[in-house]
Each structure stands twice: as C-alpha cells, then as structure tokens.
C-alpha cells in the first residue's frame, strides 16, 4: 500500500470538506449498508475510506471481504435471489457487462433523478452507463454504476538503471524494444511479460489497440464482428511476443500478476506492463528492493498511432432486489466516495483514484508521482471485451494466444483460431456477425 | 397368522429403518445428479433480472464432444496425472508400510510421524508451499540445484515439465494415505501364514512375493480404486501451481468444469461435461467394484 500520511492539517481539512460534500450529496439516513467487496491490494485504503464516511454520515458499512475467485458467484448469488444480500456490490470490469446485462441492477438516476457521473470522474471507456438496445457500454444508455477503483494498465520501469544508461520512458514499442536490450543482462529481465494463461488477454489488449487493431469491429454500435485476424492483430501478437521471449524469461508463458509483481519487487525485472495498483508494494521498502526506484510511463503504442492501456477497474452498482432506502444509502455513500475531497484522502491512503484532476494535490510529493501516469493512461482505459459473453470469449482467446507464447503455434495460426472460436461463441449466442476472414 | 404377523412388522420395522437413509441418499445424491441431467439438456439465459430455461435435447453433448478441445485436453491430463500419481503412490506406500511394519517403538512412532505428515496439511497450502519451492526464480529448489553446480529448472513454467511436476506434488501429498491403508492391511495379516511359511520361503523377496503380495491384494485393490477416484477430483492443487497451463498442459477435467460453470456461467454445458465425469468415474467404481468381486469368488473356490 502507500504509505498513510495522516497529516493532522489535512485530515481535519478534509474532514470540513468531507462535512459539506455529504451536506450537499443529501440528507443522511441511518441505514447500514451491506457492501460486497474483493480482497484485492487497495482494500485496506477503501476501508480507510469506510472509516472515514462512518465519521462523517449516520450511516454504517458493513463490508463482505470475499477473495477475488469468489465474488462473481456471491454478486450472481445475490442479484439472482428474490431480496438481495447486498445494497452495493463492487464489479470487476471483467464481469461487468453480464450484471449490466442481465436486468439486476437500478439505474443510479432512477433512484436520483437527474443524477450524472460527476465531472472529472474517469468513466474507463464509457462503463458507467450500457445500453440494453446496442447491447453495449454507452454513454447515452442507463447510468448502472460508478467507479471505485481506477486500476488500470501502466509501463513500470527502472528508474535508476534508465538514468545510467542514458534512457528515457519510450514512447513506441520500437523505443522500449531498444530499451529492453539495453537494459538486458545476466541479473536482469530487460523486460518482463505477464502471459498466464489467465493473465494473457489483458496484457496483450494495449499492444493491439495501440497498433491499430481491434477484437470487434464497432462495439460501441453493437458489431461485435471478430476482426482480431488481421495485420495489425498480427503485428501486435508479434511484438508483443518478441518482447516477452528475446529478453523476458524462459517461459513467460507462465508468468501471472503475482510473479510480474515479484520480479520487478526484487530488481530481476527493468520493465513491465502492469496494474498501478501494484505501484505502492513495489515503493514499499518493507516489500520491495528497489522502493523509490520505480517510475510509471504511459504504455508505448505504435509510432503514429494512438496510446492505450486495458481497463480493469472496479464499479460499485446497486441492486434491484433491496429495499429503496438501502439504494438511497448506498448512493450516498458512492457519490460521497467520488468527490474529489474523497478521493485526495483515497490515494493519501494507497488507493488507486477514479477522477483525473488529482494531480496537482500531491505535487511535489515523490509517494505519488503514479499519478500522471495513471492519469495518462486511464484516459485511454478501453474494454476489451464489453459484452455479456466476455468472460467465455476471454478465455478462448487467451488459450490461443498463450499457446503462440509457449510455442505451441504461430502467431499466425494463433489469431486465426482464437478469432474462428470468439466468432462461434458469438454465434452460438444469437449476434449477428460477419465471419472472420483468414490471415 | 402369528408368522404373518411377525412377517408384516419385520418388514415395516425394515422399510422404517431404512427410510432415513433412503431419505438421505434420494436428496443428497439421487435428485441432484437427476438435477444436474436436466440441467445439461437445457439452456439458461438471464434477461431484466429473470432466468428463461430451454430445452435444447443433446446440444451441450454435441458441443463437449465436437467443440471442447480443452476439455478433452483435460480428460487427457487426468488421466496421464491419475495413472502415473496413483502408481508411484502405490510403490512408495507400499515400501513405506513395509519399512514401518518391521519397526518398533520410538522409531517407529517417529518414522509414521514423518510419512503421515504431508497428509495433514490442506491441499492449498501445499499448492502455495511448492509453488515458491518450485520457483524458476526464486524457489528453494533451484537454488539448491544452482548450489551443486546444475542448471535451473522452470518446473510450473516449461509446458513440457508441468504437469510431471504437478503430478510429483500429488505423490509427495497422497502417499502417505496409501502408507495409512496397506499398513493397516499388512498389520491385519494373520501372522501364522507367515510363521508357516517359515519353512518354504528362504528369502525377504519370497516372503514378499508369495505370501505378502497376494494376502494383501484386496486391500491394494481398494486402496488403488479409492486414490483412482479421488485422483480425478484434483483441483486445488493444481490451480495453485500452474492455473492448468502453460496453455493446456496441466487442464484438468476439473478445471473445464469450474471455468464452464462457474466462470462462464454457462450452466447447461458445464452440466453436460459433469454428468460425462460422473459417468466416467462410475464405471470406474464397477470396474474397482467388480476386481474385488472377481478375486472374493477366486478365492472362494479355492
């Protein structure tokens, strides 16, 4: 986590402010709030910030702490049954799609009329809203959620190996394939790709937008026709494959968060794509031998096309099936949790913020200089797979694409197949799709 | 009219008796597989908060046999996994009971302590305990390789290696239950064959081979049959250490199941590829079931 400044000044500060913003937000009910949440490294920050709203409001919290494994089937558990067991219920990206789908939740202005995402909340490619006609995340479909956990995709890299040999963060993957072999050598991975099987998917997706490529070809109007197999899917795979093998480890095919994680913790690794989330063990000294030596850069993309990183953050939405003071209750506590007071004290506390005009809060202060970069990114967040069948699709493509990393096929073969079983799948599930062509 | 009488109320004292546990079985294990068959001819979509079920025939059996190649992969893997853990299983208990047969007192005590311990630890901790030993990185094996001089081995990593591994982690975990049961049968033997024998056999290895060997067979046969079976519901383990790849090497039928299931939410196929793994493992259980029978009726007629 980051480190927790509590700093008697701007904790009282915030609280004032924490004061007036539930003021405004609206008149408090005392009601417990049945929350259902992912042990997930950001916990003990939004727990810091249950605390605080405790402090502040009537209401209580009651937190539901599952491991990460379990929570789609206590969230389907609960939206499933007749009375909900949860009145907030924080939702993968991953995931997200199917519960918007599936009819569960409460649009957030039917139970405040007029309600809208705040200004300078990040919406991580539109996810706060779905539209059940386009069957597609859209900013003019139902408001079904907001934002708690803004974990997004970011370059880490060394920064104290960049300054000796004279590099700096790249801006295309031909600047941090160059910078991959310069940093290359007996101790050290110059660059280190996460390519489990279960890992390999969110990875790979800001090497394929940002050569240009795609999964569908218009999802945000409902096309969802597989268009993985082409040349910029080929030359996304490749380089994406030619960073993890020339100076990764000898299988990287294997490697998940966990073992990203540890090589850059443990000065094996110079760079790698991961989650910001993992900025603050990897500057914790108690956790890591190169704390205050990793920096965060937007993730590269393809000279003359345009940056992107993979969204995997998390939304809290409220139930259909609880009682409407608990929806009450519960919006209280999100619209309370995405002011930018909140937020300040969310990132003081070692959370990952969901708005993008926290910068200049902590200007100056080497604990939070992720925030541009988690900014940067953020704003070019992007589902990779925004449909209801995400999960199933999800995982025949990653076994195709694990299986060109781990040798088993070429890239070539790998696209073709992986983009022949997303369009099966599709079909089998009633879209109407063009069939993908053959590379 | 007394023996009808007696008769009458010998059966409903039976019926009576037996009802709870037919009671039992019928909600426990009857109507959930009748459950899970329904499920597997049916489709569940979930639209404005309702479930709509309908009914596809044979569908999901179609698609497991034409469209599952990971599934298949798994059938696959397990069995490679269950054959080869269930034999070194088998030898290694097997040699464990005799060493601790002919032992006594504290050695003894402390000897069964050693080999029962692996069994007491819950399977995900084992998985997380050998997935840092078997670490390319920074796992205690390697380092004890690289000290003697040898190259490091990516153990979970290399898709070549992978599921011998796994299966390596499996026979350090279950062995000692093989130990547990042929020691018990190697104890229960009756010693006066043995004292007989004295005079026909001239070695250890006769004594093994003509009298041990075949009075110990039923109890080699249940134990084999029991770590079969089980051996096809390894789960936790697995997906500790290698999350059933690189690609398919170490996917598991288990795995295709939560994945489907769970993961995929897609109830109707993850039905059909259960009921197909429940059919597989009872006919397993007969074919146990019948060797046991076999060799009763042998040795009945000998």
Not at chain 1, 39 to 62: G, H, K, R
Request: charged share 15%; with cysteine; proline share 5%.
């Amino acid at each position: 986590m980051l480190g927790f400044h509590h700093r008697k000044g701007r904790w009282t500060r915030r609280l004032l402010a924490g004061a007036a913003a539930l003021a405004l937000a609206g008149p408090a009910s005392a009601e417990e709030i049945r929350l259902l949440i992912s042990q997930s490294p950001w916990l003990d920050a939004f727990i810091a910030m249950v605390d605080e709203y405790e402090d502040q409001s009537d209401n209580t919290i009651a937190l539901d702490v599952t491991p990460f494994g379990g929570m789609v089937e206590k969230t389907r558990n609960s939206l499933r049954a007749d009375s909900g067991s949860y009145d907030l219920l924080a939702l993968n990206s991953a995931a997200l799609a199917e519960f918007y789908a599936g009819g569960f939740l409460q649009p957030l202005d039917a139970i405040e009329p007029g309600l809208t995402v705040p200004e300078n909340v990040l919406t991580f490619g539109d996810s706060t809203h779905w539209s059940a006609e386009k069957k597609a995340f859209d900013p003019a479909g139902q408001l079904l959620g907001l934002p708690i956990n803004g974990n997004v995709q970011v370059l880490y890299y060394r920064k104290d190996l960049y300054e000796a040999k004279g590099l700096k963060a790249p801006e295309t993957w031909e600047e941090l394939e160059a910078n991959t072999k310069a940093l290359k050598d007996d101790k050290t991975y110059g660059f280190v790709t996460r390519g489990a099987k279960d890992s390999i998917l969110y990875n790979f997706t800001p090497y394929l937008f940002s050569n240009g490529g795609a999964f569908f070809k218009d999802p945000a109007n409902g096309d969802y026709s597989v268009v993985l197999n082409n040349a910029q899917g080929l030359e996304a795979l490749e380089t994406y494959m030619r960073l993890a093998k020339e100076s990764g480890v000898e299988n990287p095919g294997a490697v998940a968060q966990a073992e990203l994680i540890q090589l850059l913790a443990t000065g094996r690794a110079a760079q790698a794509i991961g989650v910001i989330a993992a900025y603050a063990s990897l500057n914790d000294p108690s956790n890591s031998i190169v704390a205050g030596k990793i920096g965060t850069a937007l993730i590269p993309a393809k000279a003359g096309e345009s940056h992107s990183s993979a969204a995997g953050h998390w939304m809290a939405s409220i139930p259909r099936n609880v009682p409407a003071e608990k929806q009450a209750a519960a919006l209280h506590f999100l619209k309370w949790f995405v002011t930018r007071d909140a937020q300040i004290d969310y990132v003081a506390a070692g959370g990952v913020p969901v708005r993008s005009d926290l910068a200049d809060a902590f200007e100056g202060d080497e604990t939070f200089d992720f925030l541009p970069a988690f900014s940067a990114n953020a704003a070019v967040s992007q589902m990779n797979m925004p449909l209801v069948e995400g999960i199933e699709l999800k995982d025949v493509i990653s076994l195709e694409l694990n299986r060109a990393l781990i040798g088993e096929i070429s890239a070539k073969d790998a696209l073709n197949s992986a983009a022949q079983k997303a369009n099966d799948v599709l079909v089998k599930a009633g879209y109407t799709v063009t069939p993908p062509g053959q590379l | 009219m007394q023996t009808t009488s007696t008769g009458r109320r010998n059966a409903v004292w039976r019926i009576g008796s037996l009802l709870p546990a037919a009671l039992l079985l019928v909600v426990l294990s009857i109507y959930p597989v009748f459950n899970l068959i329904g499920l597997s001819l049916s489709e569940v979509h979930w639209a404005d908060g309702q479930s709509a079920s309908t009914f596809v025939g044979l569908d999901n059996y179609r698609t497991v046999f034409a469209d599952q190649p990971v599934y298949w992969a798994g059938v696959r893997n397990t069995i490679v996994f269950a054959v080869l853990a269930v034999t070194f299983q088998m030898l290694l208990g097997f040699c464990m009971a005799l060493s601790v047969q002919n032992l006594k007192g504290v050695p003894r005590a402390i000897l069964t302590a050693i080999f029962l311990l692996p069994i007491v630890i819950p399977p995900i901790v084992i998985g997380a305990m050998w997935r840092l030993l078997l670490g390319r990185d920074f796992g205690m094996v390697n380092a004890l390789l690289q000290a003697v001089g040898l190259p490091a081995v990516d153990f979970l990593g290399n898709p070549n290696i992978a599921l011998f591994s796994v299966i390596g982690v499996d026979v350090w975990h279950w062995t000692p239950f093989v130990f547990l049961l042929l020691l018990t049968g190697l104890e229960s033997l009756d010693q006066e064959v043995f004292d007989a024998a004295r005079f026909d056999v001239t070695s250890g290895w006769q004594r093994l081979r003509y009298i041990t060997l075949p009075l110990m067979l039923p109890t080699i046969i249940i134990t084999l049959g029991l770590r079969l079976i089980l051996s096809f519901k390894v789960f936790d383990e697995i997906y500790l250490l290698t999350g059933g790849g690189p690609g398919t090497s170490t996917e598991v039928i288990n795995f295709s199941i939560y994945r489907t299931f769970f993961a995929q939410d897609n109830t109707g196929l993850g039905a059909a590829m259960s009921v197909l793994t429940l059919g597989a493992v009872a006919v397993l259980i007969v074919v146990v079931n019948g060797l046991v029978r076999l060799r009763r009726r042998r040795e009945a007629k000998a």
